[in-house]
């Protein structure tokens, strides 16, 4: 266990620890909401669709690595039961049982945005106090907000299609 680490931490550890847990949790519910979507999508751009959350799955999971690897040097142990994923994590994981791309974006949307404010939430609290566990947050914080706007795109150029293609039927 990182002795150093835990020593130049300039904030209540006990506190970092918490949110790190709760992020991990988080991650690890990400990364299945994303692969299963994936598996299970149908309608308009479904391959890139597809290929999108396939690759957003990878990174929520690489994701939970990086946390776990934080957790450890900080001297705690990642979540070490999946069932407990679900009753520490804030940003809920939402099951596609209507598998249409447009529910699976707007279920991916949410999920992003709660885990934008999550990260936000651990920068402000180590902004200053712990720079490693800042710099990492603050790392998974820039790819959620990407992940936002990736997804949203894909939403919006539906819509849009969907929009503009009732125009020429009209027409």
Known sequence: MGEM?????????????????????EEWLAYYQY???AQVAVGPQRTSITAEFTEHAGEE???AQWLSDRLIQLGSLPILDPQEWQQI???RYAAPTKPYVVNLIEQNVVA?????????KICELTFGKDFETFR???????EEIEHEQEIGDFGDDIRASSKYGDREQES
């Open 5 to 25: 680490a835990q020593r130049i931490v300039k904030q209540n550890k006990d506190e970092i620890i918490k949110e790190l847990q709760i992020a991990f949790a």
């Open 35 to 37: 692969w299963i979507g």
């Open 61 to 63: 999971l690489k994701h």
């Open 89 to 91: 994590a804030q940003c």
């Open 112 to 120: 992003e945005r709660c885990a934008i404010a999550r990260y936000q």
């Open 136 to 142: 990492l947050a603050e790392k998974i914080l820039k």
